[in-house]
């Protein structure tokens, strides 16, 4: 690596390490913002309730208990909602929220989540995309799709199988990314401007697939998102309303 490589990439470190010392210093006086999700309360818990909508479309589904490690690991005020959706041709779709609390920790890179259970991303076909929204109004969804493949073994062969996973972060104050670094950006810059620690949520779709039915899957995806995510999200809202954390 060159001299000036070495340069800049110390001066990237140094930058990240300040953007968090920052925000750990600021967190001491910060108003915490308002879920950008709809949530309900947890009887004697922080935490909330990410409530998911039942039935979407011709989609029945069920609650998904969060794994024990999850909640372990995790700072105790995140939030969740897991559900698992099956259309009647039995295709499944699982739904995801994770929603922050005061500790940023709470969210996390993409990669962290499919790589540890053991699905290995294939980078070449994942893309920073949109879905297009009618609901509250037109507008069109940034999201990652990730590629991903597992290997199973089903009847005793073994067999490849795909995943396609797709997400993006939103937060009360109208922002939607699908960029991590983007995120915690806006994040340190709202803090800045307003002494408010923005709650983000960070949203997720996942579906299985053969190899070779990676566009078709993401299709069914999209209709699933367009038609559910209007019932739990909270944003985007008209040119000149007003967030909740600002109420």
């Not at 996390?108 to 991303?121: D, M, P, V």
């Amino acid at each position: 690596m060159s001299r000036q490589k070495w340069v800049l990439l110390i001066l990237a470190l140094g930058l990240i390490g300040g953007a968090a010392a920052l925000l750990t210093r600021l967190q001491g006086n910060q108003k915490l913002g308002q879920p950008a999700v709809k949530t309900s309360p947890i009887p004697d818990s922080v935490r909330l309730k990410v409530e998911l909508p039942e039935r979407v479309l011709d989609y029945t589904s069920e609650p998904v208990e969060v794994d024990k490690g999850v909640l372990e690991w995790l700072p105790q005020d995140t939030s969740f909602g897991q559900r698992l959706y099956q259309a009647p041709d039995g295709f499944q779709a699982s739904i995801n929220v994770v929603l922050m609390g005061r500790d940023r920790t709470s969210l996390h890179k993409t990669e962290f989540c499919l790589e540890g259970q053991g699905w290995r991303i294939d980078r070449s076909a994942t893309v920073e995309t949109k879905v297009r929204m009618e609901r509250p109004f037109p507008y069109d969804l940034p999201v990652m799709k990730f590629v991903a493949s597992r290997d199973t073994t089903v009847g005793g062969e073994r067999q490849t199988a795909r995943g396609i996973y797709v997400m993006w972060f939103v937060a009360d104050n109208n922002e939607l990314t699908a960029r991590h670094w983007q995120r915690m950006w806006w994040m340190a810059r709202d803090l800045l401007r307003s002494g408010v620690l923005e709650r983000w949520a960070s949203v997720a779709y996942f579906a299985a697939c053969p190899p070779g039915q990676e566009d078709a899957t993401f299709e069914r995806m999209k209709k699933l998102i367009a038609a559910s995510v209007p019932e739990f999200q909270l944003v985007p809202r008209p040119a000149g309303s007003t967030s909740a954390s600002k109420r």
